[in-house]
Every structure is written in structure tokens, then in C-alpha cells.
Nanobody, 122 residues
């Protein structure tokens, strides 16, 4: 069955960096949109960064220039490099794969989700 498993979250001070990883099994990411979402307590889920079918990357304005999404299609891995972290980046971060319409970013519909990894910035 399909699994997306995030790792790499943790607690850091403002200005620090973290690299999130998403390992998939039973799910080939090549030629699929992949994304990172986040949800802070009391707030709606937000699409942070996504990689579309053309391999182009997109970011929400609040993270542009600080976050970088990348993918390793050969190993079915997706990454989110987060630099210059701010307290407002504190949230649960979720890896998402194309396949459904739980959430839509651009032309990509996402319906495969990981369990999330917590990022706390103080």
C-alpha cells in the first residue's frame, strides 16, 4: 500500500535550518506532483512548496527565498530545505503526493499524505 513518511523535523532557534525528508513506498513520484504542506495550531493547512509535472517549483510567498523543495525520482524521495527559519514557521509539516483533490495547488491535486513531522522555531 502507499506510504509517505516524513522525517527531519525538530526544534531550532530562529535563523536556523532544517531539512525535511519524505520517503515514499508503493508510490512512484516520477511524473507526479509532490508538495509540502504545513498546519499550525488553530490555522488552516497551507501549501508551502510544490514541484509540478514539469519539474517546476513553486512556493508560498512567506517562504520564498528561504525554503527549497527538491526531489530524487530514482529513490522516490522528496526534500524540503528550510533556511532562515522564523517562529511563524512553527507547524506540523506534511508531505503530499498527487492523487486526489484533498488539496489543490496550481494544476496539482493532492490526496496522498504522510503522518507529518513537527517543526518548532523559537
Amino acid at each position: 500500500h502507499v506510504q509517505l513518511v516524513e522525517s527531519g523535523g525538530g526544534s531550532v532557534q530562529a535563523g536556523g535550518s532544517l531539512r525535511l525528508s519524505c520517503a515514499t513506498s508503493g508510490y512512484i513520484i516520477r511524473n507526479r506532483c509532490m508538495a509540502w504542506f504545513r498546519q499550525a495550531p488553530g490555522k488552516e493547512r497551507e501549501g508551502v512548496a510544490w514541484s509540478d509535472l514539469l519539474g517546476q517549483t513553486h512556493y508560498v510567498d512567506s517562504v520564498k527565498g528561504r525554503f527549497t523543495i527538491s526531489r530524487d525520482n530514482a529513490n522516490n524521495m522528496v526534500y524540503l530545505q528550510m533556511d532562515v527559519l522564523k517562529p511563524e514557521d512553527t507547524a506540523m509539516y506534511y508531505c503530499a503526493g498527487e492523487g486526489g483533490s484533498d488539496a489543490v495547488l496550481g494544476d496539482c491535486g493532492f490526496g496522498r499524505w504522510g503522518q507529518g513531522t513537527q517543526v518548532t522555531v523559537s
